[in-house]
């Protein structure tokens, strides 16, 4: 059949019933957001509609306040830092688990990936009582570990994922002409499953940056993430600061999207080329 060959009735019902359905979804999934965003730009004091007037106050506020700026300088520096110790764990983690051979196998990536599955609030108690005896809780040493925990099993995950396409031979072919293991490894695997690597580092950043409840149970008072002040911010005093701190994030989260898409297109093309 043509691949221009007319659909039938039933082809056309169907078509737009998925389309409608997927459209709902969509509109579902994004009303809390597209109805954060006019609130941001409030005149008013109160998170009300009709908004009384346009106004960039919020966006002011949050930008000059010396707590929210805290705040963010706090979640980057967590979140850059944590991202880097998951890349190293998570990296060296796929690569052991992408050669080695046993029956052990299932069950050591369940237990590397666990974090994933089990419900935060439970890894934020065991983290708090593991981490409170060894003088790690209060201080950003302890936020970064257990941060680093919570995001090392997404760059297991696509660094993994990008090793099934690997072809082990090229690693042997650079060892037979005499390259050293550290050297065949950044010249022949590195360039190879650096995508992937970057693609689990933005999930391990946006892991880091919007964690919340291990903050709650770790964090003293001078490492309060920006997830943690805009929780005391609703709970405490609602003020539009927050919807203002909600659209950035949001912005910041479609970023971070928009350049997962770039690494994932640009991995199958590096994977298209390998295959020719």
Same mark, same amino acid.
């Given at each position: 059949?043509?691949d221009?060959a007319p659909?039938?009735?039933?082809?056309?019902i169907a078509r737009?019933?998925t389309?409608?359905?997927?459209?709902?979804?969509?509109?579902?999934?994004?009303?809390?957001?597209?109805?954060?965003m006019p609130?941001?730009?409030?005149?008013g004091?109160?998170?009300?509609?009709?908004?009384?007037?346009l106004s960039?106050?919020?966006?002011?506020?949050?930008?000059?306040?010396?707590?929210?700026?805290?705040s963010?300088?706090?979640?980057?520096?967590?979140g $850059? %830092?944590?991202?880097?110790?998951?890349? $190293?764990l998570?990296?060296l983690?796929?690569?052991g688990?992408?050669?080695?051979?046993?029956?052990?196998?299932?069950?050591?990536l369940?237990?590397?990936?666990?974090?994933?599955?089990?419900p935060?609030v439970?890894? %934020?108690?065991?983290v708090?009582?593991?981490?409170?005896p060894?003088g790690l809780?209060?201080?950003?040493?302890?936020?970064?570990? %257990?941060?680093?925990?919570?995001?090392?099993?997404f760059?297991?995950?696509?660094?993994?994922?990008?090793?099934?396409?690997?072809?082990?031979?090229?690693?042997?072919?650079a060892?037979?002409?005499?390259a050293?293991?550290l050297?065949?490894?950044?010249?022949?695997?590195?360039?190879?499953?650096?995508?992937?690597?970057?693609?689990?580092?933005?999930?391990a950043?946006?892991?880091?940056?919007d964690e $919340?409840?291990?903050v709650?149970?770790?964090?003293?008072?001078?490492?309060?993430?920006?997830?943690?002040?805009?929780?005391?911010?609703i709970?405490?005093?609602?003020?539009?600061?927050i919807?203002?701190?909600?659209v950035?994030?949001?912005?910041?989260?479609?970023?971070?999207?928009?350049?997962l898409e770039?690494?994932?297109?640009?991995?199958e093309?590096?994977?298209?080329?390998?295959?020719?």
């Amino acid at each position: 059949m043509s691949d221009h060959a007319p659909r039938t009735a039933g082809q056309r019902i169907a078509r737009a019933v998925t389309v409608t359905a997927a459209a709902l979804v969509l509109v579902f999934l994004m009303a809390p957001i597209l109805a954060i965003m006019p609130l941001s730009f409030s005149s008013g004091s109160y998170l009300t509609y009709p908004l009384p007037g346009l106004s960039l106050r919020w966006y002011e506020d949050f930008l000059g306040s010396e707590r929210w700026m805290r705040s963010l300088w706090n979640s980057m520096v967590i979140g $850059v %830092a944590a991202t880097v110790l998951s890349m $190293v764990l998570g990296t060296l983690a796929a690569l052991g688990l992408a050669q080695w051979k046993s029956r052990l196998k299932p069950l050591v990536l369940a237990v590397v990936l666990s974090p994933m599955v089990v419900p935060v609030v439970i890894t %934020a108690v065991g983290v708090y009582f593991f981490f409170a005896p060894l003088g790690l809780t209060g201080n950003f040493a302890g936020l970064i570990l %257990a941060h680093t925990a919570l995001a090392t099993p997404f760059v297991v995950i696509t660094v993994s994922a990008t090793l099934q396409g690997f072809d082990t031979n090229l690693s042997r072919a650079a060892a037979s002409l005499g390259a050293p293991p550290l050297l065949a490894f950044r010249r022949v695997t590195l360039p190879l499953i650096a995508p992937g690597m970057a693609s689990g580092a933005l999930f391990a950043f946006a892991t880091s940056f919007d964690e $919340v409840v291990v903050v709650l149970f770790m964090a003293g008072p001078e490492q309060r993430t920006l997830p943690r002040e805009m929780f005391s911010g609703i709970r405490e005093n609602i003020s539009p600061t927050i919807t203002a701190a909600a659209v950035l994030l949001t912005l910041f989260s479609v970023l971070l999207l928009a350049t997962l898409e770039w690494l994932r297109r640009r991995s199958e093309r590096l994977r298209g080329m390998d295959g020719r």
